[in-house]
């Protein structure tokens, strides 16, 4: 008892006329159940796993589309929701070129939304950087996840850098200075220079004071 078969086509006998429907031995007589649409079969000695289409059996590998489209939400390893109708839970996510470049949009649909990158720790925001309410490009940073600071802003007009605070350059003492010939145009605070604390820059070979030029040594 128990046996189960998928009746092909051209079966005799006790199976004359079943087609596609699956016969059960019980009780020293052969049962024949009527298939529903949805149906899953694993066809032990093909290796298979089908799905009856309403029509046919077919293979489930065949079965699925190549296409998803228009699906209302996707959760890969988690549960997608009416907010994040796309969520993965992974500890990596890959997007790969195919043959070339590959680029990554975010489109929103006026220039009072936001379309940007959020980026938490434990579900509470720690730092944002994107188009958050208007067209420029913001990097904003929170503590709590409540109170957010925009450290600084790329104007979408002009391209001009707007920093919200005052610009805090390392500080170094005259026995510990980088080596100014390492690269032109480096600015440095000098904490211990002669006459007092002074910023500097690189020439490319020497480090001098922003205050009259003058070489500090």
């Not at 087609?19 to 052969?30: K, S, T």
């Not at 026995?175 to 604390?197: K, N």
């Not at 020497?206 to 009259?212: K, L």
Request: hydrophobic residues 40%; proline residues 3%.
């Amino acid at each position: 008892d128990g046996d189960r078969y998928l009746v092909a086509t051209g079966a005799s006998g006790d199976w004359s006329g079943k087609e596609n429907q699956i016969a059960v031995w019980q009780d020293d007589l052969w049962v024949f159940l009527d298939p529903r649409p949805g149906w899953l079969c694993w066809v032990i000695d093909e290796d298979m796993l089908t799905v009856w289409n309403g029509t046919a059996w077919q293979d489930v590998d065949v079965a699925i589309p190549d296409a998803l489209q228009n699906r209302t939400m996707v959760g890969i390893n988690t549960s997608a929701d009416t907010t994040n109708r796309l969520s993965v839970r992974s500890d990596a996510v890959l997007f790969s070129h195919d043959g070339s470049g590959i680029q990554a949009k975010l489109n929103k649909n006026g220039v009072s939304d936001t379309a940007s990158f959020l980026f938490q720790t434990n579900w509470s925001g720690r730092a944002e950087i994107g188009l958050a309410g208007d067209d420029d490009f913001a990097f904003k940073v929170s503590g709590d996840g409540s109170n957010w600071n925009t450290a600084f802003v790329l104007g979408s007009a002009d391209g001009v850098a707007r920093f919200s605070q005052p610009l805090e350059l390392k500080q170094y003492s005259k026995s510990s200075l980088p080596d100014a010939s390492a690269g032109s145009a480096r600015l440095i605070y000098v904490h211990d220079a002669t006459g007092g604390p002074v910023v500097a820059y690189s020439d490319g070979g020497s480090w001098r004071r922003m205050r009259d030029d003058s070489v500090i040594n």
